[in-house]
């Protein structure tokens, strides 16, 4: 069974619609991320929280929202999506502390297109 | 700002031969440097990483060089596989960053027969 799962896979939708994408991990972590992937500009950071009652910006953080909803569950919103959503979407888990602590575990990814 | 960078998109290589991924950064913070690997329609994976306080670690056909006073690292891959073909990403984290990591843009690696 995957650690970090991701719904849905593939997502279809049209401009100003709001969207959620789930991410739910088993793996124990703290910390979540969300990321998203675009050709050209590796992964780029939306949010990330490191437990249940934090939850940060990343440097692409416009346009979303995130809810921790527990310490196993980080949903990523799109409030009113437009078509320069349309990426790669990843969560992420990891463990608080330093060095190969750091290490992050991804999920399988959304591919999110909004028309 | 991209403090990671990895300015080739494309690497192709020959099964049996060596591949050599580059990587530079900017932050001299930096302490930690991780690759991940990334299969098409899966998240990336953790590859192997490696330390500021040493300049190479080897884990079986991957070795990471670290040399921090270029500001750079490279990933080696020996032999080269079918299997490597992939897109591989540096990352790298730095102690205020509050658990954050910076990542590069990837290289997309072609291992061909």
């Known amino acids: 069974d995957a650690d970090v799962t991701q719904t849905p896979r593939n997502r279809i939708t049209k401009t100003g619609k709001r969207i959620m994408l789930e991410c739910s991990q088993t793996?124990?972590?703290?910390?979540m991320y969300w990321y998203r992937q675009d050709p050209g500009l590796g992964l780029r950071l939306i949010y990330y929280?490191?437990?249940?009652?934090?939850?940060n910006k990343g440097e692409i953080s416009d346009g979303y929202s995130v809810s921790r909803q527990a310490q196993a569950k980080f949903s990523l919103s799109l409030e009113s999506a437009i078509p320069n959503q349309t990426a790669l979407y990843f969560c992420?888990?990891?463990?608080?502390?330093?060095?190969?602590?750091?290490?992050?575990?991804f999920g399988p990814g959304t591919r999110l297109l909004v028309l | 700002d991209q403090q990671v960078k990895q300015n080739s998109p494309s690497l192709s290589v020959q099964e049996g031969r060596i591949s050599i991924l580059n990587c530079d950064y900017t932050?001299?913070?930096?302490?930690?440097f991780l690759w991940y690997k990334k299969y098409p329609a899966e998240g990336p994976t953790f590859l192997i990483s490696?330390?500021?306080?040493?300049d190479k670690n080897e884990d079986g056909r991957f070795t990471v060089f670290l040399n921090k006073s270029a500001k750079h690292l490279s990933l080696h891959i020996v032999p080269s596989q079918p299997g490597d073909s992939a897109v591989y990403f540096c990352?790298?984290?730095?102690?205020?960053?509050?658990?954050?990591?910076?990542f590069g843009a990837g290289t997309q690696v072609v291992v061909t027969p």
């Open positions: 793996k124990g972590h703290d910390r």
């Open positions: 992420a888990t990891s463990t608080s502390g330093t060095g190969i602590q750091e290490t992050q575990y």
């Open positions: 929280s490191f437990d249940v009652k934090d939850i």
């Open positions: 990352a790298a984290w730095s102690p205020d960053s509050w658990g954050k990591l910076q």
């Open positions: 932050n001299s913070m930096f302490d930690y």
């Open positions: 490696i330390s500021s306080i040493k």
